[in-house]
């Protein structure tokens, strides 16, 4: 039986939503285990203040941005990571998505005004940058996979 497209969706919204939270949990742990770990979530919050201040809206405070950017971070990532999709090929794609993605949080910051310490600051930071989203992406496929072998699609 051919699976629908509303199901389809879900498959790839699940995937990358577990993708996500695999990235959050690694990030989350590792900023208590090293200093050398990435600061993604300071970049999240130097991104939220930019917006906000171009938009001449209130700032938050630091509890407030670092739970809009959790949240945000979790929601973003999860639809990024949801583009490993389904199908046999997914291994290859959450690996792909993953990579960009981690030499993109290395690469991009400074040029967009956000700073180079938090991805960045070390070879090791630069390294576990790109480990982590890579990992986010392999966990995306896992589950794309597992949920393609339970018959859920």
Request: charged share 15%; no cysteine.
């Given at each position: 039986?051919?699976?629908?497209?509303?199901?389809?969706?879900a498959h790839a919204l699940i995937s990358g939503l577990s993708g996500s939270v695999v990235l959050?949990?690694?990030?989350?742990a590792a900023r208590q285990a090293t200093p050398d770990a990435p600061r993604m979530?300071?970049?999240?919050?130097?991104?939220?203040?930019?917006i906000l201040s171009a938009a001449d809206a209130p700032q938050p405070?630091?509890?407030?941005?670092?739970?809009?950017?959790?949240?945000?971070?979790?929601?973003?990532?999860g639809l990024y990571y949801s583009l490993v999709g389904t199908g046999s090929d997914a291994w290859?794609?959450?690996?792909?998505?993953?990579?960009a993605a981690g030499v993109g949080?290395?690469?991009?910051?400074?040029?967009?005004?956000?700073?180079?310490?938090?991805?960045?600051?070390?070879?090791?930071?630069?390294?576990m940058t790109v480990a982590w989203y890579?990992?986010?992406?392999?966990?995306?496929?896992?589950m794309s996979r597992l949920w393609s072998r339970l018959g859920k699609q």
């Open positions: 039986m051919a699976a629908s497209a509303s199901d389809d969706f959050t949990l690694v990030h989350q979530d300071i970049l999240g919050m130097r991104g939220l203040r930019k405070d630091h509890k407030t941005a670092y739970n809009i950017t959790m949240a945000g971070d979790l929601l973003v990532n290859l794609r959450g690996a792909a998505l993953g990579v949080g290395v690469l991009l910051p400074g040029p967009m005004g956000l700073g180079n310490g938090p991805s960045n600051r070390t070879p090791q930071t630069q390294l890579t990992l986010g992406g392999l966990a995306a496929a896992g």
